[in-house]
């Protein structure tokens, strides 16, 4: 099962090259850690990104929180922002995610992806979308993001209290996955799910190798007044299965006022418990 190799051995089963250089970049940093920086000006985005860069192996750009209608913004997002992520990127040896949640019609998410302010494909190796529209999304988004190497993540379940994506929808959205492995890396989702979206006479395919990326992750609290509803990286890891914990407030706090130590200690005692737990689960 996934679940027994190691990150390093599972970036073979990738055709991929997104997958293959996470899985791998996971294995070098002995991190299964992607910090998501919610924050709303570049200067803290920055050094908040360079303060965890060496201990991520993963960086969830522009959340969704700061959108404005169909724009994903920092407030004073230019070009220049675009290269700085870049360079740190390669400083530190993380990919970018763009936690995008693309939603709409293959039509329109080809030039949601492709162009408008943002650019999204032509810088995040990864970034995600919901499967309500059905398989046309993913087409879209493929077509765009193929050529340029990148992948895709699908939401199948969400952290939020009452959250609709559960039942015959997640298992849809992994259906629609399995068609597409070529550009869908794995899921948005709080639990392995293996099996899961198998329709009458499928039979699981031993190949096959989806990333579980798991918002919902803190060590302190258990839920904001939001909805949010967290979980330990160990309950994540070990027990539920997944690959990655994507962590945010957790690490850098909550305003746009960045203590730096304070945000490297969270940084590393969050790698740890999540890399713990990935290794304890491999000696099950
Ligand atoms: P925090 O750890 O501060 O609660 O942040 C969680 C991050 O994960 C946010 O950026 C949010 O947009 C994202 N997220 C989530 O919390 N739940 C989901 O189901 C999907 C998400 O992308």
Redesign the pocket.
């Given at each position: 099962s996934v679940l027994t190799r190691s990150y390093g051995e599972r970036a073979a089963h990738h055709s991929n090259p997104a997958a293959k250089a996470l899985l791998e970049t996971m294995e070098r940093k002995k991190s299964n850690l992607c910090v998501?920086v919610?924050v709303s000006k570049k200067d803290s985005f920055l050094s908040i990104i360079d303060a965890v860069g060496p201990y991520a192996s993963l960086i969830?750009a522009f959340?969704?929180?700061l959108l404005l209608t169909h724009v994903d913004i920092i407030e004073d997002f230019d070009e220049e922002l675009v290269k700085q992520l870049l360079e740190l990127s390669v400083k530190h040896d993380f990919l970018i995610f763009e936690?995008r949640?693309f939603a709409d019609i293959g039509n329109t998410v080809v030039l949601q992806y492709s162009g408008g302010v943002h650019r999204i494909a032509s810088w995040a190796h990864i970034t995600n979308a919901h499967p309500i529209p059905g398989p046309s999304i993913v087409s879209g988004l493929a077509s765009v993001g193929l050529p340029l190497g990148r992948g895709l993540l699908l939401?199948a379940e969400?952290?939020?209290q009452g959250s609709l994506a559960h039942g015959a929808y997640t298992e849809d959205a992994v259906h629609i996955a399995r068609t597409r492995r070529d550009f869908v890396i794995g899921f948005?989702a709080q639990r392995r799910m293996e099996g899961v979206g198998l329709y009458a006479g499928e039979a699981l395919d031993e190949s096959e190798d989806f990333m579980i990326l798991t918002?919902?992750?803190?060590l302190e609290v258990t839920g904001?007044a939001l909805g949010?509803q967290y979980n330990t990286p160990r309950a994540v890891v070990l027990e539920a299965g997944c690959d990655i914990i994507?962590?945010?407030?957790?690490i850098y706090g909550k305003n746009n006022a960045v203590d730096i130590a304070a945000t490297q200690t969270s940084a590393e005692r969050y790698r740890k418990e999540g890399w713990r737990a990935y290794e304890e689960r491999l000696r099950r």
């Open positions: 998501s919610d969830k959340a969704p929180r936690d949640k939401l969400m952290s939020t948005i918002p919902g992750v803190g904001d949010q994507i962590v945010g407030r957790g």
